[in-house]
């Protein structure tokens, strides 16, 4: 087999550089897309998290409201109740809540008849 010369065995040896050289270029190519991939979504979850806690926190803030009138009108209830000349302690009972809880209700009813509106 005949050797080959040293100006084809250069010239392979470049192709085979270049060639490899445009590889490692096309696999850091697809790295810096896939990077780039990741840190968009990275930020899109985390913008989506952060309006799901805002969401949440909406429908806690509405729903501590809604809780607030209920007691409200849970404490008017009571007063009507007491007002048909029932016990607190017998009104209490009915209820099955302790008396603790019958002065927080009536508290409750009280502070919205002073407000002024």
């Known amino acids: 087999m005949a050797r080959e010369r040293k100006s084809a065995a250069a010239l392979a040896a470049r192709e085979k550089a270049r060639t490899k050289a445009l590889e490692m270029t096309q696999r850091h190519e697809l790295l810096l897309e896939k990077a780039a991939e990741y840190f968009v979504l990275e930020d899109q979850s985390a913008a989506r998290m952060a309006s799901a806690q805002e969401q949440a926190r909406q429908i806690l803030d509405q729903a501590k409201q809604a809780l607030e009138a209920d007691h409200i009108e849970r404490g008017r209830i009571v007063v009507a109740m007491l007002s048909t000349g029932e016990s607190r302690a ?22 919205t008849t002073e407000r002024p509106r």
């Open 90 to 111: 017998l009104v209490a009972q009915r209820l099955g809540v302790s008396a603790g809880e019958l002065r927080v209700l009536l508290e409750a009813a009280n502070t």
